[in-house]
């Protein structure tokens, strides 16, 4: 069951940036998984606009770095690697492309990128309601006006999984939402490749005509699910950071501004949780916080695998 498509989720807002680095071992875990899946795949490619840019995360210090970059490499050999921001974000004619405060290190990755969340998720149902064994539903608490038995059922809800189940009586209080906002700005002549800054929260990422994606955390908790308000001040002091940290870049007017709402979960990865309660075989597929673009792929598979230990 699906929500109605002209709906602002997080998938649609969603930047799509696909990497196999993260901090969180379990994350780190999915997240190579899915971009391994990802690039073995020319068609799940296509269906997801993958565009390959290369990815730079900015650590505080490097401990624990070279077991973390182990795991990438067994997967991925050669895509990841540890340098500079000196040299990460070093222009192609040799100027400095980065004024950061010092000690950082980088994680850099050659395989990653970004993709279309939301043109994923179109091109799996499209390819789902051609199946025979399958039906799409537009629909979120109702099939049709009919009772139908099931053998599980699962809220892949999003922002709306708390507001649903406190409508079905159930537990809500592990799950809570958050506001993403973010812009895309005219840029040029030089922008940094794809990045995550863990000493501000900024990060962004080059888009395809030319322009940059640029965002910070928020720190709005319990917003509706849905489009949100614009924050400007969010969008300005991710413009204040950038300006600080890339002295070549040369932001113009931002295009569009993105405001949604995304589900976080303790602990934050995207997984099948069972609901408690009186229903047996219910449950969620959501809270694992923005950026969940790079782990969705290997988080279905694991779900998927779960629900069929269940027949």
Do not use: N
């Amino acid at each position: 069951m699906t929500g109605p498509p002209a709906v602002t989720d997080a998938t649609a807002a969603s930047g799509g940036a696909v990497r196999a680095y993260d901090r969180l071992p379990w994350q780190r875990e999915l997240a190579i998984a899915s971009l391994t899946e990802l690039l073995a795949s020319r068609v799940l490619r296509r269906w997801a606009g993958y565009r390959e840019t290369g990815f730079a995360y900015l650590r505080e210090t490097g401990d624990g770095l070279v077991a973390e970059l182990a795991e990438i490499e067994r997967a991925l050999p050669g895509s990841a690697e540890l340098t500079s921001p000196a040299e990460a974000f070093l222009a192609a004619d040799g100027q400095a492309g980065w004024a950061g405060e010092e000690p950082d290190v980088v994680v850099r990755e050659r395989r990653a990128g970004y993709i279309s969340p939301a043109g994923l998720r179109q091109a799996i149902i499209t390819d789902l309601a051609a199946r025979p064994r399958a039906r799409i539903h537009r629909a979120v608490l109702d099939v049709a006006g009919t009772m139908r038995d099931y053998d599980a059922v699962v809220l892949a809800a999003g922002a709306w999984t708390p507001g649903l189940l406190r409508a079905l009586g159930r537990p809500a209080g592990a799950y809570r939402t958050k506001a993403i906002q973010y812009a895309v700005y005219d840029a040029g002549p030089w922008r940094p490749p794809g990045f995550s800054d863990e000493r501000t929260g900024l990060y962004g990422r080059p888009t395809d005509d030319g322009g940059l994606l640029l965002g910070v955390p928020t720190t709005e908790w319990d917003v509706p699910p849905g489009a949100t308000l614009v924050t400007r001040s969010w969008h300005d002091l991710a413009v204040r950071l950038a300006a600080r940290r890339f002295p070549l870049l040369k932001l113009g007017h931002a295009r569009r501004r993105i405001s949604a709402a995304d589900c976080y979960c303790d602990p934050p990865v995207l997984t099948l949780r069972e609901v408690d309660g009186p229903t047996p075989r219910l449950f969620t597929f959501t809270g694992g916080s923005g950026g969940c673009a790079k782990s969705a792929l290997a988080a279905s598979q694991r779900a998927a695998s779960e629900l069929e230990e269940l027949s």
